[in-house]
């Protein structure tokens, strides 16, 4: 990455123009030309950076609930269990990580009853019943922009 | 709360924008409004908060932040709101939520930390740890990605 591509990634995260043109606004702002920026853009989604560019939402305020859930799975057992959750749509997140609640997902769904039935037919399909569903209380932090 | 045709506004930027020229200008065809309404809808969802933010995602290991870690902090219950201030106010915490405790995990607080090592993120934590007065807690680190996509609402 150049010094370039790390000034349109700082502009582009949050600060993405909506507006008919909007590289050739992000250019105005960094005195390059608009298909300067297409083409920088384009470079840092093939290079897998950009993962997409679009709009990330409040989903209780689309009248959805969100939550985290982590499971103990044997390690013979990771491939089906990761197979049937990431099966449902809601499941946007899904990560092997280091403890004993080894399987980490998120969980977006209308209501918390879909997601509870959603868990519990997982833990019938599977046979892996310590899932735990820990939806946040409170959130105190979520930054959305990380400087490059 | 929202209407349909902001419904399908929404089921057009949940997605991956295209990169040319006029990006808004396709999808306002596809839902059959104009380019000027679509983005004047778009800034109203934006502007009402539906949207929390538009713009780029990362991949954050492509980007430099070759490590990041979920810390989960064991906290008794009447120290939540103070711990979780002190906490959301590094500079490494990108994001601290409250989660109930459940059966055998004992864990409340959740933060994402994020530095350049998984041995800068034992630090950060173990700093992290210091300043709030905390031993107990988890260094959950992802070791493989099995999903990572966006919601379709609608």
Redo the contacts between chains.
């Keep these: 990455?150049d010094e370039t591509d790390k000034k349109i990634?700082n502009e582009?995260?949050?600060?993405?123009p909506?507006?008919?043109?909007?590289?050739?606004d992000v250019g105005k702002r960094l005195g390059l030309s608009?298909q300067a920026v297409?083409e920088a853009?384009?470079r840092l989604?093939q290079?897998?950076?950009?993962?997409?560019?679009?709009?990330?939402?409040?989903?209780h305020?689309?009248?959805?609930v969100s939550t985290?859930c982590?499971a103990k799975v044997p390690e013979e057992k990771i491939e089906q269990f990761?197979e049937v959750?990431?099966g449902y749509?809601?499941?946007?997140?899904?990560?092997?990580?280091?403890?004993a609640?080894n399987?980490?997902?998120t969980f977006?769904a209308k209501d918390m009853d879909t997601i509870g039935e959603a868990l519990g037919e997982i833990a019938v399909k599977t046979g892996i019943q310590?899932i735990?569903?820990?939806?946040?209380?409170?959130?105190?932090?979520?930054?959305?922009d990380?400087e490059? | 709360m929202v209407d349909s045709i902001e419904k399908a506004v929404i089921s057009h930027i949940q997605g991956d924008l295209s990169v040319q020229p006029r990006p808004f200008a396709r999808m306002a065809q596809a839902v059959g409004i104009t380019e000027e309404e679509f983005i004047s809808r778009v800034r109203r969802l934006k502007e009402k908060g539906i949207i929390r933010r538009f713009g780029a995602t990362l991949r954050h290991q492509e980007a430099g932040f070759s490590a990041n870690a979920m810390v989960a902090w064991e906290i008794p219950e009447h120290e939540i709101d103070k711990t979780g201030r002190i906490l959301s106010e590094h500079k490494s915490v990108s994001h601290c939520y409250y989660r109930a405790p459940q059966r055998d995990w004992p864990y409340s607080l959740y933060t994402m930390i994020h530095g350049s090592s998984r041995d800068e993120c034992h630090r950060i934590a173990a700093q992290l740890s210091r300043a709030i007065d905390i031993t107990e807690y988890a260094l959950l680190f992802s070791e493989k990605e099995f999903k990572k996509t966006s919601m379709e609402y609608f």
């Design positions: 990455m990634l582009i995260q949050s600060d993405f909506i507006s008919p043109r909007p590289y050739l608009e297409i853009v384009r989604k290079r897998g950076i950009i993962r997409r560019i679009g709009g990330n939402f409040h989903s305020r689309l009248n959805h985290l982590a990761v959750v990431n749509a809601g499941v946007t997140h899904n990560y092997l990580r280091n403890n609640y399987i980490w997902f977006i310590d735990l569903n820990l939806p946040a209380k409170k959130m105190f932090k979520i930054k959305v990380f490059v």
